[in-house]
């Protein structure tokens, strides 16, 4: 069972950058489709970006096109977010998810089946 584990999370300034990581413990990563998704306080769980099962395929969310990169590293069960250019409106819990190997690498929260705790993004004006 995929047991998502996310780290990297921290307090940058504007223009900053991160690169978040999250590793399963259960090195199963190579059987699933990943993503990130963020929650902001007093918001809903948004999608990130997404990478499919064998990394042929990589999605993004509008918001974070050109500044973020998602990646996945199988030999060592990990998937990374690379972040630059970090804006106020990046500040969130930013989550891991493992989800059904399709193709296309979906966007929809349901599509992913196992998520980690998260890691605390925050991005100082």
């Known amino acids: 069972q995929v047991q998502p584990v996310e780290s990297g999370g921290g307090l940058v300034q504007t223009g900053g950058s991160l690169r978040l990581s999250c590793a399963d413990s259960?090195?199963?990563?190579?059987?699933?489709?990943m993503a990130w998704f963020r929650q902001a306080p007093g918001k809903e769980r948004a999608f990130v970006a997404a990478?499919?099962?064998?990394?042929?395929?990589?999605n993004y969310a509008d918001a974070v096109k050109g500044r973020f990169t998602i990646s996945r590293d199988d030999a060592k069960s990990t998937l990374f977010l690379e972040m630059n250019s970090l804006k106020p409106e990046d500040t969130a819990i930013y989550y891991c998810?493992?989800?059904?190997?399709?193709?296309?690498?979906?966007?929809?929260?349901?599509?992913?089946?196992?998520w980690g705790q998260g890691t605390q993004v925050t991005v100082s004006p």
């Open positions: 998810a493992a989800g059904v190997a399709k193709p296309r690498a979906g966007a929809e929260r349901y599509e992913y089946d196992y």
């Open positions: 259960g090195r199963t990563f190579s059987n699933y489709n």
């Open positions: 990478i499919n099962w064998y990394g042929g395929n990589t």
